[in-house]
């Protein structure tokens, strides 16, 4: 293993690898506002489209743990600036896409690269920082990444589109992208497991890839398909037959893919079920506020987007604050407390209607971010301090993985209820309702209002629901027990 680099050193690392996690993010948001101009080019429907992101999301589930192992095992550095430099590739090539086929084919090369970024930079920021309070913050810094890259997406891709068309999403990950590998090469020091590996689980990464996909699929696809249609209920089983193979092959695996002891560490597995309910939560909820705000207050993409701009500040105002906190506060309470702010922020979504000002949607935004970047470092960092430092890699792909299917339950879950929510209040309000007048205006009206009560209810209630999941969640993590920690984590290295 290299040297640990010097302290001036070690924030340029920090500042490379958030580049590139930065880059990775923006380009999933991104995209999305380009489909509209995609589907009118290609000449495609929208559910066509659907799978230019269930493709992307798809292969960047399934190859997480695959880059986790490798970085642990062939070199974090390599696979940092391999992974980057293939997803620059599979940008340009997605840029200069000729229809539906050939998108979908690039997307899965950027997803597949860009799947690389998440378990090595955390491993890298990990084997840089080695002092806990130290490694908290600069987690934390790292976090608040993904905040600002969710607000950016909007706020470059907008004008890119309107200006430069389409393709200029995806070319415009070219000059940053080759910024970020020059970095990569200059400042990243070497570092892998100490343990020499000499079996790769080929046959592990195979069955835990086809469980993930399946997975995957029935979450992002199963609204469309109906949760009790043959392709979702054949989804089910091969999530159970590839789910139960993959358990009975990491037993016997000499070097498996994903480590099985680390779900008999009681702290690793209370972090990742805290992250999971949180995580399933605030994306189940919160991914409905773009939707409301242009659907209720007329609000265009771009506009939509500026409502982020406070939600980044606030979460790296917030995760910073929570790394400094390590040293001073055990971090179940920091967590406890941080989840509960971030509960109250998404509460206070409950009173949108179409009457809402921007304020009425920022402040929301500003208290769930704040909450939810005050305890991320925190959650990163036990995950990172209780596995030895050579499986820091996989650790953190797991991590990864815990809370992008967090996301996709949440999703799935509150679009379903969401849908259902409306069609339930659409009876309700109706049945407590009467119109005197057969006037065909007045008719309309009539049900346009009911329409719109129903949708507006209908959110409010997914909202709660959310608010309390996450509130719910905050108390999981209070069961949390590291060893020996007095006021800060002990960080374990090999």
């Known amino acids: 293993m290299s040297p640990e680099p010097k302290n001036n050193l070690r924030w340029w690392i920090l500042f490379t690898v958030i580049i590139g996690t930065f880059l990775g993010r923006l380009d999933q948001t991104i995209v999305n506002l380009a489909l509209p101009k995609i589907i ?38 390599k696979v940092y600036i391999l992974g980057f430099s293939i997803f620059i590739v599979g940008s340009v090539l997605a840029g200069l896409s000729w229809n539906l086929s050939s998108m979908i084919v690039f997307r899965i090369i ?22 806990g309070k130290e490694r908290a913050q600069a987690l934390g810094i790292w976090s ?31 000059p940053i992208g080759l910024l970020g590998v020059y970095m990569a090469l200059r400042f990243i020091n070497e570092s892998r497991s100490k343990i020499e590996t000499k079996f790769f689980d080929w046959w592990g990464a195979l069955t835990l890839g086809s469980m993930l996909s399946a ?14 249609s043959v392709a979702s209920i054949i989804c089910y089983f091969a999530i159970v037959i590839f789910l139960g193979l993959f358990i009975k092959i990491e037993h016997k695996a000499p070097e498996p893919i994903v480590d099985l002891k680390f779900f008999k560490i009681p702290a690793f597995v209370n972090a990742l079920v805290n992250n999971f309910v949180v995580f399933m939560g605030m994306m189940g909820g919160v991914f409905l506020t773009p939707v409301f705000a242009q659907t209720f207050l007329g609000y265009s993409a771009t506009e939509s987007g500026y409502l982020f701009i406070p939600m980044a500040v606030m979460m790296m105002v917030g995760a910073p604050i929570g790394g400094r906190l390590t040293g001073k506060v055990k971090s179940k309470y920091v967590i406890f407390w941080s989840t ?18 921007a304020l009425d949607i920022v402040i929301p935004l500003s208290v769930m971010a704040f909450g939810l970047g005050l305890g991320m470092a925190q959650r990163t960092n036990i995950v990172a301090s209780v596995v030895p430092e050579s499986e820091i890699g996989i650790a953190s792909s797991i991590l990864a993985l815990v809370r992008n299917i967090a996301g996709a339950f949440g999703i799935a879950i509150f679009a379903t209820i969401l849908n259902n ?14 119109l005197s007048s057969h006037i065909p205006s007045d008719i309309q009206t009539y049900v346009s209002l ?3 009560k129903a949708q ?39």
């Open 215 to 228: 997975l995957v699929l029935v979450l992002d696809r199963g609204s469309d398909w109906g949760w009790l």
């Open 456 to 494: 507006v209810d209908a959110y409010a209630f997914v909202f709660l629901i959310s608010s309390i999941i996450v509130f719910v969640g905050a108390f999981t993590i209070l069961f949390l027990k590291l060893k020996n920690e007095r006021t800060d984590i002990q960080v374990h290295v090999e």
């Open 421 to 434: 929510r409306i069609t339930t209040n659409v009876l309700t309000i109706n049945s407590f309702s009467k």
């Open 110 to 131: 950027q997803a597949i690269a860009g799947s690389a970024d998440y378990p090595t930079a955390m491993a890298i920021i990990a084997v840089t920082f080695k002092q």
């Open 450 to 452: 009911i329409t719109l």
């Open 40 to 77: 009118n080019d290609f000449g495609i429907t929208v559910s066509a489209a659907g799978w230019i992101a269930t493709a992307y999301i798809l292969a960047n589930a399934v190859f997480v743990p695959i880059w986790g192992k490798l970085g642990d095992t062939i070199g974090r550095k």
């Open 340 to 357: 509960i702010i971030a509960s109250v922020g998404i509460y206070l979504f409950t009173g949108l209607d179409p009457r809402s000002t």
């Open 144 to 174: 608040s990444s993904f905040a600002a890259a969710v607000v950016f997406g909007p706020l470059l891709g907008g004008p890119l589109i309107d200006n430069f068309g389409w393709r200029s999403v995806f070319l415009i990950n070219l």
